[in-house]
């Protein structure tokens, strides 16, 4: 009975083990990868969005249409892009869709500025930098992704925002912000504030010495708030070429996330904290990849080839 009992224990220990593995496989198949490319034959300026799985196979445009189209973020399986399709070149309005392209559905009537965006309240919430007219330009609102309502939690024309990402917990909102728009002596700084569009405060202070600081490119953008750890990574020029950083929430701690000659930029985390996708490219820009990183072994791989030069703005989407 003991032996009987034994064998089990060791039967069932097994079988749980093999049902933990399988279940972590299945999960990591469902999760893939949307980013952007750009057609270069063309005629129009066509952007289109590629899925692929984790490991780079399997890479299929789901979209297959003559419009600009860019995808900045996604919650679970639902994945969020602006489009021009419909209206007129380059204005923007937000769209989703499945990772297989084929549930595209317009999300709301705002028109939206070229921007990163963030969702919570599991996806139903949206924060964007939208536009209303000519003269209400790069200010944030709220949309309800159901019913594509929206409100405006900022009202400052003079100002910049852009690129807003909710905390995990949905309550503060880190962003880009220039306090005049027109100065083109100035540039933009990541702020903190309340999900309000009340209390901010200022995360980072761009080091002008820094021999990259009259050069264009980021100063502190396209922030993006890890899930599980206490930091907020970023895209900032220095010393030659476009890098990730991070910083506390409480601007404390500053730091370089990944330390590679290449140069890295628009980026997002999985939901739960583990892998880093993120696109990178030589220090002249010539030629992007999309990268995957384990983030605890720090392990990359490149999963995009040379076929298409411009491989941007990775996010995850699951299947």
Known sequence: MKQTTSVLAIFFALHSNVTAQSTAINSMHKMCIAYNIHLPDSTKDDWEIIKMNLDGSGKKNILNNDDVAWTYTSYLDRLFFISDRDTCYRCFFLYETNANGSTIKKVSNLQLEDSWMSCRNNGEEMIVAGRIGKT????????????????????????????????????????????????????????????????????????????????????????????????????????????????????????????????????????????????????????????????????????????????????????
């Open 136 to 319: 209400v330009r790069f200010q944030f609102f709220i949309i309800n992704t159901k019913t594509g309502t929206y409100k405006q939690i900022t009202n400052d024309t003079a100002a910049l925002y852009r690129d807003p990402c909710f905390s995990p917990d949905g309550k503060k909102i880190v962003f880009s912000y220039q306090k005049n728009k027109r100065d083109k002596s100035t540039h933009e700084e990541l702020f903190l504030m309340d999900d309000s569009g009340k209390n901010m405060t200022q995360l980072t202070h761009y080091p002008e010495s820094n021999p990259s600081a009259k050069d264009y490119g980021y100063r502190a953008g396209s922030a993006r708030w890890h899930p599980t750890e206490n930091f907020i990574s970023y895209v900032s020029l220095q010393d030659g070429r476009h890098s990730i950083y991070a910083v506390t929430p409480d601007a404390k701690k500053h730091w370089k996330l990944i330390d590679n000659p290449e140069s890295e930029s628009w980026h997002q985390w999985s939901s739960d904290g583990k892998w880093l996708v993120f696109n990178s490219s030589d220090k002249a820009e010539t030629q992007y990849h999309i990268e995957l990183m384990n983030w605890a072994t720090k392990e990359k791989k490149q999963l995009t080839d040379a076929t298409y030069k411009s491989q941007l703005s990775p996010v995850f989407i699951e299947e």
